[in-house]
């Protein structure tokens, strides 16, 4: 009897361990440390100094990498459609050996370890390194989304906020490992990501949602922890600035850093126990019943067949349907998405939004994009609480971000600094917000291919801003300012305005535009506000109450073939 009271013990101990690993809450843990580590090319601007003075670079060719770097960053609809045919684990491990690949090729170069690249190399080298985060993107984030789509908006929140301190947490860890060596700081962007989706690159999955009470205060906690690391990360860097720390004080700061990173997992423990006693109970009643419960799982594994074949003829009737979309909510196909008016409505007012933004935040307020984690936290309470459609809220933000224009067109002492964090902030909210929307308009089937082809419109709005409006109209100032002192382009270096006067038509014209992305998008409201009126949730809560009824018999099933 103590024989086997100790194996079942033991065969308990195992399970939970099991539970731990393989749970909901252990998977969001690691998806947000993946999130923290996906944010390298905020860090450009920290070692390309040593790219331009060991290769010989001049600027405009360290600009050309720079671009390439954008490019690889923004464009992300290979990871999606990879993502659509392949498991998870499979993207993750595509992202890490490109991330490894990418910057280790630019670390070698840089230490002079290999002959030294053609430019096109380098520019190929830090788009592929750039491009993988993508893949992280898409593996961990796509998959947070489809475990938890009740909590949707919060998730993109913090796991947008925690791309956007990855960069500050980099810098930490970065200190505390290699000193004031920048060129280390590229082998680090190099391993240490890769080698975090290699850790938990079979625990992030999708699995079967369940009903979870204490799961909003869960992501508050997060939120708080997230808080708590930004703030934290803001003192040390400000502290940094100020006063000279020795290799032992940039230790301490790492280590702080990353005891803050990782408390979630204490978290992701506490409640598999409480999934995991919550289960025992509902278990507890089903062991009494001296029947076996294979005619109920039998029908329930019917029902969940019809629907998957339902759902492939629906995504098989080909091109005939692309026309004839489903209701709003329900799983669209990409193509059928794409061809939406929806969708249009979305592309086109982000086209102006967040090509206006990500023009002006280039160079402003990484700290207020990292503040963006509160968008989908206030966007979620105010839809679930008073019905009011997310993209009203997008639409306001919108005019948020042409006020911070504004302020930079017309400034005064000290606006910019509110211009930087306003900025910031709007672009990490747009981007939380975009993502969300998508989800909840054309459903979670394709997402993964979807918000990446939804999220083009940030760099393609962006050189259209930036590259054809602000930097020709800044040029056009400049050249004004060259001919009143009686000079010409080909007698300086490089094109250099000074004056309020240099930023304010082009700015003006960023603020307008964004006035109009806020009323494409008032467009989307009129047509989404009774679907958004309505229970949007539904369905996944009907398919979570299937979920713990199929999961309760299986765990009655187990616990008496462990008592037989």
């Known amino acids: 009897m103590a024989t086997t009271a100790s194996g079942s013990s033991g065969y308990v101990c195992c399970r939970f361990f099991l539970q731990v690993i393989t749970g909901r809450w252990f998977m969001m843990f690691a998806s947000f440390l993946i999130m923290a580590c996906a944010g390298a090319t905020y860090l450009f601007g920290v070692y390309s100094k040593d790219i331009k003075l060991t290769l010989g670079y001049d600027q405009s060719t360290l600009n050309l990498m720079s671009t390439f770097k954008d490019l690889g960053a923004n464009v992300g609809v290979l990871s999606g459609l990879l993502a659509e045919e392949t498991p998870t684990w499979f993207v993750l491990l595509v992202g890490a050996l490109m991330n490894f690949t990418g910057y280790f090729m630019i670390w070698l170069a840089v230490t002079k370890t290999i002959a030294t690249p053609k430019v096109w190399q380098m520019c190929a080298y830090i788009c592929i390194g750039a491009n993988s985060q993508n893949f992280a993107n898409t593996g961990s984030l796509v998959t947070c989304v489809k475990n938890?789509?009740?909590?949707?908006?919060?998730?993109?929140?913090?796991?947008?906020?925690f791309v956007g301190l990855s960069g500050a947490i980099f810098t930490q860890i970065y200190y505390a490992i290699y000193g004031n060596d920048s060129k280390s700081l590229i082998l680090l962007i190099?391993?240490?990501?890769?080698?975090?989706?290699?850790?938990?690159?079979?625990?992030?999955?999708?699995?079967?949602?369940?009903?979870?009470?204490?799961?909003t205060k869960v992501l508050h906690e997060y939120l708080g922890i997230a808080t708590v690391l930004a703030l934290l990360i803001m003192a040390l860097t400000i502290a940094q600035k100020k006063v000279p720390f020795s290799h032992a004080a940039y230790l301490f700061s790492g280590v702080a850093v990353c005891f803050i990173m990782f408390s979630p997992f204490f978290i992701a423990v506490r409640e598999e126990f409480y999934t995991w006693r919550n289960r025992e109970q509902l278990t507890a009643p089903i062991r009494l019943v001296d029947e076996a419960p294979t005619l109920p799982e039998t029908e329930?594994?019917?029902?969940?067949?019809?629907?998957?074949?339902?759902?492939?003829?629906?995504?098989?009737?080909?091109?005939?349907?692309?026309?004839?979309?489903?209701?709003?909510?329900?799983?669209?196909?990409?193509?059928?998405?794409?061809?939406?008016?929806?969708?249009f409505l979305v592309f086109l007012g982000t086209f102006c939004g967040l090509g206006c933004t990500l023009t002006a935040a280039d160079n402003l307020g990484q700290i207020g994009e990292s503040l963006g984690v509160f968008a989908g936290f206030v966007s979620e309470i105010i839809l679930l609480k008073y019905k009011i459609p997310r993209p009203l809220i997008m639409s306001l933000v919108f005019l948020l971000a042409s006020v911070g224009d504004l302020l930079i067109a017309f400034p005064w002492p000290g606006s910019v600094y509110l211009a930087s964090l306003l900025l910031g902030f709007s672009f990490g909210a747009?981007?939380?917000l975009l993502f969300t929307i998508v989800s909840e308009l054309f459903g979670l089937k394709y997402y993964a291919t979807l918000f990446n082809c939804a999220q083009l419109s940030s760099p393609l709005g962006s050189f259209v801003l930036n590259v054809r409006i602000v930097g020709k109209l800044y040029d056009k100032e400049a050249l004004k300012q060259l001919a009143a002192k009686g000079m010409t382009r080909s007698m300086v270096k490089e094109l250099t305005c000074i004056g309020k006067q240099c930023y304010r038509l082009s700015f003006s014209i960023l603020a307008a535009t964004?006035?109009?992305?806020?009323?494409?998008?008032?467009?989307?409201?009129?047509?989404?506000?009774?679907?958004?009126?309505?229970?949007?949730?539904k369905r996944f809560r009907d398919e979570i109450a299937e979920n713990e009824k199929e999961m309760a018999l299986k765990s009655a099933q187990e616990m008496q073939m462990v008592e037989s």
């Not at 909590?151 to 796991?159: A, K, Y």
């Open 190 to 215: 190099g391993w240490f990501p890769a080698a975090i989706s290699l850790v938990f690159v079979y625990n992030i999955r999708a699995m079967k949602i369940s009903a979870h009470p204490n799961e």
């Open 514 to 537: 964004n006035t109009f992305g806020s009323i494409v998008i008032l467009v989307l409201v009129l047509r989404t506000h009774k679907y958004y009126g309505g229970d949007i949730y």
């Open 300 to 343: 329930m594994k019917s029902e969940i067949e019809y629907e998957s074949m339902e759902t492939k003829e629906a995504s098989a009737s080909g091109c005939s349907s692309i026309f004839k979309p489903p209701k709003r909510g329900e799983d669209f196909s990409i193509l059928q998405a794409l061809f939406s008016i929806d969708m």
């Open 430 to 432: 747009q981007q939380t």
């Open 148 to 161: 938890f789509p009740q909590s949707r908006g919060m998730m993109l929140g913090l796991m947008k906020g």
